[in-house]
Nanobody, 125 residues
Framework: QVQLVESGGGVVQAGASLRLSCAAS????????MGWFRQAPGKERESVAA????????HYADSVKGRFTISRDNAKNTVYLQMHSVTPEDTAVYYC??????????????????WGQGTQVTVSS
């Protein structure tokens, strides 16, 4: 079992950049595909980005494509979400999640087994 802890959230202005981190413990991160999800008030949780355990394949929601980048450093047991040009529509609680590596890369929240507690990102206009 792997434990996940997100960090890096905060309050930023529209157009700013932000980097979220997800630190894993308990098991080596290299065994898991990783995903970032978000949930805005009154909305369902949605996939933001996902990456295979080796980092060779990633997937992005259309709403963040070209602005967000998911990456991982398995040696540091950490996954990142680099966010650029954020807008108020990016305001949400962001969660990282893990599932045992498989192919193809999964992107639905119910396909992920382990979750962090979330970190709040608030973008002001």
């Amino acid at each position: 079992q792997v434990q996940l802890v997100e960090s890096g959230g905060g309050v930023v202005q529209a157009g700013a950049s932000l980097r979220l981190s997800c630190a894993a413990s308990g098991r080596t991160l290299g065994m898991y595909d990783m995903g970032w999800f978000r949930q805005a008030p009154g909305k369902e949780r949605e996939s933001v980005a996902a990456i295979t355990r080796g980092g060779g394949t990633s997937h992005y929601a259309d709403s963040v494509k070209g602005r967000f980048t998911i990456s991982r450093d398995n040696a540091k047991n950490t996954v990142y979400l680099q966010m650029h040009s954020v807008t108020p529509e990016d305001t949400a609680v962001y969660y990282c999640a893990a599932r045992p590596g498989s192919w193809p890369l999964r992107t639905r929240d119910y396909e992920y087994d382990y979750w962090g507690q979330g970190t709040q990102v608030t973008v002001s206009s």
